[in-house]
Protein backbone atom coordinates (compact mmCIF):
# COMPACT_ATOMS: atom_id res chain seq x y z
CA UNK A 1 0.00 0.00 0.00
CA UNK A 2 2.80 2.32 0.63
CA UNK A 3 4.21 1.60 -2.77
CA UNK A 4 1.05 3.04 -4.19
CA UNK A 5 0.83 5.79 -2.03
CA UNK A 6 4.48 6.47 -3.22
CA UNK A 7 3.47 6.14 -6.99
CA UNK A 8 0.41 8.33 -6.79
CA UNK A 9 2.26 11.25 -4.90
CA UNK A 10 4.97 10.87 -7.82
CA UNK A 11 2.30 11.32 -9.95
CA UNK A 12 1.95 14.57 -8.44
CA UNK A 13 5.30 16.11 -8.10
CA UNK A 14 5.11 18.67 -9.96
CA UNK A 15 2.04 20.10 -8.78
CA UNK A 16 3.04 19.83 -5.21
CA UNK A 17 6.48 21.50 -5.44
CA UNK A 18 4.87 24.22 -7.70
CA UNK A 19 2.35 25.02 -5.10
CA UNK A 20 4.67 24.32 -2.35
CA UNK A 21 2.59 22.04 -0.58
CA UNK A 22 4.30 20.04 2.45
CA UNK A 23 3.53 16.53 2.49
CA UNK A 24 3.94 13.73 4.99
CA UNK A 25 4.02 9.95 4.27
CA UNK A 26 3.33 7.68 7.26
CA UNK A 27 3.31 4.09 7.52
CA UNK A 28 0.21 2.39 6.27
CA UNK A 29 0.02 -1.33 6.60
CA UNK A 30 -0.46 -4.18 3.62
CA UNK A 31 -3.78 -4.45 2.92
CA UNK A 32 -5.81 -7.37 0.59
CA UNK A 33 -6.55 -5.27 -2.62
CA UNK A 34 -6.46 -4.29 -5.50
CA UNK A 35 -3.54 -2.20 -6.20
CA UNK A 36 -4.52 -0.44 -9.57
CA UNK A 37 -7.83 0.25 -7.87
CA UNK A 38 -6.53 1.32 -4.70
CA UNK A 39 -4.07 3.76 -6.87
CA UNK A 40 -7.32 5.62 -8.27
CA UNK A 41 -8.09 5.65 -4.63
CA UNK A 42 -5.10 7.54 -3.34
CA UNK A 43 -5.23 9.38 -6.77
CA UNK A 44 -8.78 11.25 -6.27
CA UNK A 45 -7.96 11.72 -2.92
CA UNK A 46 -4.53 13.19 -3.33
CA UNK A 47 -6.25 15.06 -6.16
CA UNK A 48 -8.51 16.87 -3.95
CA UNK A 49 -6.31 17.32 -1.21
CA UNK A 50 -4.01 19.38 -3.62
CA UNK A 51 -6.61 21.34 -5.37
CA UNK A 52 -8.04 22.48 -1.89
CA UNK A 53 -5.07 23.65 -0.15
CA UNK A 54 -2.59 24.75 -3.45
CA UNK A 55 -4.29 28.51 -2.67
CA UNK A 56 -3.51 27.94 1.28
CA UNK A 57 -0.99 29.24 2.87
CA UNK A 58 1.65 26.63 4.13
CA UNK A 59 -0.44 24.06 2.74
CA UNK A 60 -0.31 20.75 4.16
CA UNK A 61 -1.00 16.90 3.39
CA UNK A 62 -0.21 14.16 5.42
CA UNK A 63 -1.39 9.80 4.08
CA UNK A 64 -0.58 7.35 7.05
CA UNK A 65 -3.07 5.24 9.34
CA UNK A 66 -4.65 5.98 12.59
CA UNK A 67 -4.57 3.08 15.08
CA UNK A 68 -7.32 4.46 16.61
CA UNK A 69 -9.81 4.25 14.17
CA UNK A 70 -8.18 1.06 12.48
CA UNK A 71 -8.23 3.42 8.73
CA UNK A 72 -5.83 4.70 6.51
CA UNK A 73 -6.24 8.66 5.74
CA UNK A 74 -5.42 10.94 3.38
CA UNK A 75 -5.70 14.62 5.23
CA UNK A 76 -4.78 18.27 4.04
CA UNK A 77 -5.23 21.58 5.58
CA UNK A 78 -7.34 23.45 2.98
CA UNK A 79 -10.71 24.66 2.86
CA UNK A 80 -12.94 21.95 4.73
CA UNK A 81 -16.51 21.75 4.35
CA UNK A 82 -19.65 21.33 6.71
CA UNK A 83 -20.10 18.12 8.08
CA UNK A 84 -23.84 18.48 7.22
CA UNK A 85 -22.52 17.58 3.84
CA UNK A 86 -20.56 14.81 4.71
CA UNK A 87 -22.72 11.96 2.67
CA UNK A 88 -23.11 14.29 -0.04
CA UNK A 89 -19.67 14.33 -0.81
CA UNK A 90 -19.14 10.69 -2.10
CA UNK A 91 -22.61 11.18 -4.52
CA UNK A 92 -22.06 11.30 -7.91
CA UNK A 93 -21.81 14.61 -9.29
CA UNK A 94 -22.26 15.96 -6.46
CA UNK A 95 -20.49 18.64 -5.54
CA UNK A 96 -20.15 21.88 -2.60
CA UNK A 97 -18.35 24.44 -4.54
CA UNK A 98 -19.55 26.14 -7.69
CA UNK A 99 -17.55 24.89 -11.56
CA UNK A 100 -15.80 28.23 -11.84
CA UNK A 101 -14.50 27.92 -7.96
CA UNK A 102 -12.78 24.72 -8.50
CA UNK A 103 -12.35 22.36 -11.33
CA UNK A 104 -13.87 18.37 -11.47
CA UNK A 105 -16.90 16.93 -12.24
CA UNK A 106 -17.98 15.45 -8.66
CA UNK A 107 -17.23 12.06 -9.48
CA UNK A 108 -14.47 11.45 -7.80
CA UNK A 109 -15.09 10.20 -4.77
CA UNK A 110 -17.97 8.63 -5.84
CA UNK A 111 -15.17 6.12 -7.58
CA UNK A 112 -13.25 6.16 -4.22
CA UNK A 113 -16.30 4.98 -2.39
CA UNK A 114 -16.91 1.98 -4.98
CA UNK A 115 -13.90 1.05 -4.91
CA UNK A 116 -13.44 0.80 -1.36
CA UNK A 117 -16.82 -0.82 -0.92
CA UNK A 118 -15.86 -3.19 -3.74
CA UNK A 119 -13.20 -3.98 -1.33
CA UNK A 120 -15.48 -4.65 1.95
CA UNK A 121 -14.44 -1.63 3.31
CA UNK A 122 -16.19 1.62 3.99
CA UNK A 123 -14.46 4.97 3.80
CA UNK A 124 -15.88 8.79 5.02
CA UNK A 125 -15.06 11.99 5.78
CA UNK A 126 -14.04 14.61 8.73
CA UNK A 127 -13.78 18.34 8.26
CA UNK A 128 -14.58 21.27 9.13
CA UNK A 129 -14.56 24.59 7.29
CA UNK A 130 -11.44 26.66 7.06
CA UNK A 131 -9.54 23.60 8.93
CA UNK A 132 -9.53 20.90 5.80
CA UNK A 133 -10.85 17.49 5.72
CA UNK A 134 -9.42 13.87 6.20
CA UNK A 135 -10.82 11.26 4.46
CA UNK A 136 -10.70 7.98 6.01
CA UNK A 137 -10.58 4.05 4.18
CA UNK A 138 -10.96 1.33 6.05
CA UNK A 139 -10.37 -2.33 4.34
CA UNK A 140 -9.31 -5.86 5.28
CA UNK A 141 -5.68 -5.38 6.12
CA UNK A 142 -2.92 -8.15 6.51
CA UNK A 143 -2.66 -10.11 3.22
CA UNK A 144 -0.61 -9.72 0.51
CA UNK A 145 -1.37 -6.79 -2.61
CA UNK A 146 -2.52 -8.61 -5.75
Known amino acids: MKEIVKNVLSDFKDEIETHSIA ?3 GDIPVANCDSSLMQMVFSNLISNAIKFTKDK ?4 IAVGFDNEKNAIFVQDNGIGFD ?3 HNKVFGVFQRLHLPEEYEGTGIGLAIVKRIVERHHGKVWAESEPGKGAAFFIKIPLGAAQK
Open 23 to 25: VSA
Open 57 to 60: ENPE
Open 83 to 85: MQY
